[in-house]
């Protein structure tokens, strides 16, 4: 069975793949099937953006699409990123180093270092039916760097989940599939795939 990821982001990629891993599931991204356009997220919500992007890559590439929109509330800067998590501040453009920098810098003046990470995942099944999951997870935000971080990841070496020691990026896979916004979406998408391969087989 073959799945679209409607997304380029590495490290997405990566996250979702280890929480797939051990379905009998072929995981492709929009470059390798050389869909190079991206949609626009007009949404208002992750699960607005979430959807949008599933409709559209599932339309592009007439495959069983899964797509997610997640960003970070942070409690101090009420409003300001969420779904523009990623064009906020040094903007779309910016490397991962250059955002995360900035948003250190952002964070200086802030007493409340409260935040909480919000995952909305679409997927879009092979007859077109639409099936939707959302992962949440709250902590705080860290002073500065404490580890490395995926491509595309730069918060998750700055973001402790609440009752760990260390940030999401410094964790193991099982323990951030465990407790991540985006793992625990994605657990709940494992549940609903190994029931849809199931009653196929039957």
């Given at each position: 069975?073959?799945?679209?990821l409607?997304?380029?982001?590495?490290?997405?990629?990566?996250?979702?793949?280890?929480?797939?891993?051990?379905?009998?599931?072929t995981?492709?991204t929009?470059?390798?099937?050389?869909?190079?356009?991206?949609p626009?997220?007009?949404?208002?919500?992750f699960?607005?953006?979430?959807v949008?992007?599933?409709?559209?890559?599932?339309?592009?590439s007439a495959?069983?699409?899964?797509?997610?929109?997640?960003?970070?509330?942070?409690?101090?800067?009420?409003?300001?990123?969420?779904?523009?998590?990623?064009?906020?501040?040094?903007?779309p453009k910016?490397?991962?180093?250059?955002?995360?920098?900035?948003?250190?810098?952002?964070?200086?003046?802030?007493?409340?270092?409260?935040a909480?990470?919000?995952?909305?995942?679409?997927?879009?099944?092979?007859?077109?039916?639409?099936h939707?999951?959302?992962?949440?997870?709250?902590?705080?935000?860290?002073?500065?760097?404490?580890?490395?971080?995926?491509?595309?990841?730069p918060?998750?070496?700055?973001?402790?989940?609440?009752?760990?020691?260390q940030?999401?990026?410094?964790?193991?896979?099982?323990?951030?599939?465990?407790?991540?916004?985006?793992?625990r979406a994605?657990?709940?998408?494992?549940?609903?795939?190994?029931?849809?391969?199931?009653?196929?087989?039957?």
């Open positions: 069975m073959q799945i679209l409607g997304t380029n982001n590495p490290g997405k990629v990566i996250e979702i793949g280890e929480g797939m891993h051990g379905l009998p599931v995981l492709l929009p470059d390798a099937l050389q869909i190079i356009d991206i626009n997220e007009t949404g208002t919500t699960a607005e953006n979430a949008l992007k599933a409709r559209y890559y599932f339309e592009k495959l069983p699409t899964v797509a997610d929109d997640s960003g970070i509330l942070v409690e101090a800067l009420r409003d300001e990123l969420g779904i523009h998590t990623r064009r906020w501040g040094a903007g910016a490397s991962d180093e250059e955002w995360i920098t900035f948003f250190l810098d952002r964070m200086k003046r802030e007493k409340n270092r409260r909480a990470f919000v995952c909305a995942m679409a997927y879009i099944d092979a007859s077109g039916s639409l939707q999951f959302e992962g949440r997870c709250s902590g705080s935000i860290t002073e500065e760097l404490e580890a490395a971080y995926l491509p595309g990841l918060i998750s070496a700055v973001f402790r989940p609440d009752g760990f020691l940030v999401f990026s410094a964790l193991s896979i099982e323990q951030k599939n465990s407790t991540s916004h985006r793992g994605v657990t709940l998408l494992r549940e609903h795939l190994e029931k849809e391969i199931a009653e196929k087989a039957s």
